[in-house]
Nanobody, 115 residues
Framework: QVRLVESGGGLVQAGGSLRLSCAASGSIFSIKPMDWYRQAPGKQRELVATITSGGSINYSDSVRGRFTISRDNAKNTVYLQMNSLKPEDTAVYYC?????????WGQGTQVTVSS
């Protein structure tokens, strides 16, 4: 069973920074790609960043150059460093692992950016 727990969200002013963490249970973390998604009110959930087990990374156009995804396999944790935050980054942020064809989600952490 995979369990994901996000933390690190909060309220920040525009231009500020936050670091999100997602801690995963289980022994398969190190071999699985990890994703960060976000969902703003009234909008569809969107993929923000992905990191593979080998460290290959992709970002959405909306966050490239401002956000950095990383992982620590020894701690079963994936991070999302968010800099130069904008009000449009306000959303609930979720991490996701796909294992054996099943998508596992955390409970989400709220990020609110004030202007």
């Amino acid at each position: 069973q995979v369990r994901l727990v996000e933390s690190g969200g909060g309220l920040v002013q525009a231009g500020g920074s936050l670091r999100l963490s997602c801690a995963a249970s289980g022994s398969i973390f190190s071999i699985k790609p990890m994703d960060w998604y976000r969902q703003a009110p009234g909008k569809q959930r969107e993929l923000v960043a992905t990191i593979t087990s080998g460290g290959s990374i992709n970002y959405s156009d909306s966050v490239r150059g401002r956000f950095t995804i990383s992982r620590d396999n020894a701690k079963n944790t994936v991070y999302l460093q968010m800099n130069s935050l904008k009000p449009e980054d306000t959303a609930v942020y979720y991490c996701k692992m796909t294992a054996r064809g099943v998508g596992y989600w955390g409970q989400g952490t709220q990020v609110t950016v004030s202007s």
